[in-house]
T-cell receptor, first 114, second 111 residues
Framework: GAVVSQHPSRVICKSGTSVKIECRSL??????MFWYRQFPKKSLMLMAT?????????EQGVEKDKFLINHASLTLSTLTVTSAHPEDSSFYIC??????????FGSGTRLTVV | GEDVEQSLFLSVREGDSSVINCTYT??????LYWYKQEPGAGLQLLTY?????DMKQDQRLTVLLNKKDKHLSLRIADTQTGDSAIYFC???????????FGQGTELSVKP
């Protein structure tokens, strides 16, 4: 079946620095990738939708300058958390979709900002 | 608007059946999903159902869909301690094909 590789699985960074999270679709080309954020014991909140070669569409309330999304190819999307603060600490999950496999999720990235 | 609701907790004894319920507001979704999340892990697709179906059974899992009431349920037969996890229902909204999740139901299985 389809596999989505998400890296890193865990990252700890200092306040004010930027962190990049990668999401790769293996063995298939993802027409669309989605980025979610999950708070402890909470649901997944959709942050943005990205299509290859075009600008990401952000959900209401998500700061596009803080959460930079790049979808340079059909197999890779990146989320960069810029000038991270402790309140950005969360679990981030990506999802890649195509017409054959539907939605496939990465294993998530636990971000801790200290 | 886009709204998917689930009860937050369910506790059952090992061997019993578990039923997790979900309601949604947008009826345009062609697919409805159930995902499982274990602590600290990503999402595992358990099963899905097409909107033109009323029921789907897959081994211990049974999904029931009531389109009129916009109600989806997941029944786990012979629940095991390994089934303890958070279960999310998710529906696709036609606007951009976004997958919207319920709050998740934390299933606790007691031996």
């Amino acid at each position: 079946g389809a596999v989505v590789s998400q890296h890193p699985s865990r990252v700890i960074c200092k306040s004010g620095t930027s962190v990049k999270i990668e999401c790769r679709s293996l063995d298939f080309q993802a027409t669309t990738m989605f980025w979610y954020r999950q708070f402890p014991k909470k649901s997944l909140m959709l942050m943005a939708t990205s299509n290859e070669g075009s600008k990401a569409t952000y959900e209401q309330g998500v700061e596009k300058d803080k959460f930079l999304i790049n979808h340079a190819s059909l197999t890779l999307s990146t989320l960069t958390v810029t000038s991270a603060h402790p309140e950005d600490s969360s679990f981030y999950i990506c999802s890649a979709s195509d017409k054959f496999y539907g939605y496939t999720f990465g294993s998530g990235t636990r971000l801790t900002v200290v | 608007g886009e709204d998917v609701e689930q009860s937050l907790f369910l506790s059952v004894r090992e061997g019993d059946s578990s039923v997790i319920n979900c309601t949604y507001t947008d009826s345009s979704s062609t697919y409805l999903y159930w995902y499982k999340q274990e602590p600290g892990a990503g999402l595992q697709l358990l099963t899905y159902i097409f909107s033109n179906m009323d029921m789907k059974q897959d081994q211990r899992l049974t999904v029931l869909l009531n389109k009129k009431d916009k109600h989806l349920s997941l029944r786990i037969a012979d629940t095991q301690t390994g089934d303890s996890a958070i279960y999310f229902c998710a529906v696709i909204y036609n606007q951009g094909g976004k997958l919207i999740f319920g709050q998740g139901t934390e299933l606790s299985v007691k031996p």
